[in-house]
């Protein structure tokens, strides 16, 4: 009985010593090469490239984030400029439809499901500014391509969604909008 309370405090004992790690006494990496890996600078020679350069040029057909060649900036003098775009898809049901899917991925949780502003963000009191109604009022006076460019640049403390969402789904989130204040608010379709 002795002996097996003996061996169990040196077990306990290695496995306190063991599991030690920090920057004075780091212990064994087994594969030190995986855990340290090598960076070389921008600029560095590069054994692991033919061209033995580090920095590469991109993939043939690589489109840049930033390609988007979308004219208009976060102005009020842009706005009016980005009015006069117009919708190049039709209100039916598949433009709908896809415009309800990229809404509920990336706009529900600020503009809540129906749109008007009662997101869980907001809800939920982690967000203290209630977000747009994009149903009801002013938004019907806003032209399309006003409704696009706010998603593309964003509009007082919306962050642009340029980046993340692609252009024809933007002009489908319009569209469904507009569906849905069309339903809740019986009003005309306005382009």
């Not at 340290?36 to 991109?58: I, R, W």
């Not at 963000?121 to 706010?150: C, N, Q, W």
């Not at 969604?161 to 204040?181: E, F, T």
Request: positive net charge; hydrophobic residues 30%.
């Amino acid at each position: 009985m002795k002996n097996i309370f003996t061996i169990g405090l040196i077990i306990v004992f290695f496995a306190i010593v063991s599991c030690d790690r920090d920057k004075n006494n780091p212990g064994y990496d087994y594969f030190p090469d995986m855990a340290y890996s090598k960076a070389y600078e921008t600029y560095a020679p590069n054994p692991n490239f033919a061209d033995g350069k580090t920095l590469q040029m991109p993939i043939t057909e690589t489109i840049s984030r930033d390609a988007e060649n979308y004219p208009y900036k976060k102005t009020d003098e842009d706005i009016p400029k980005a009015a006069k775009l117009k919708n190049p898809f039709l209100p039916d049901n598949q433009n709908i439809s896809r415009g309800k899917l990229v809404y509920n991925t990336i706009c529900l949780q600020c503009h809540g499901e129906k749109a008007d502003g009662s997101g869980h963000l907001f809800l939920s009191g982690k967000y203290p500014y209630p977000p747009a109604d994009l149903v009801h009022g002013r938004i019907d006076m806003k032209k399309d391509g006003e409704l696009y460019h706010t998603i593309t640049v964003g509009f007082g403390i919306m962050g642009a969604h340029g980046l993340i969402v692609q252009p024809d789904d933007r002009w489908k989130i319009v569209l469904y909008l507009r569906s849905l204040a069309k339903k809740t608010n019986k009003s005309e379709y306005q382009n």
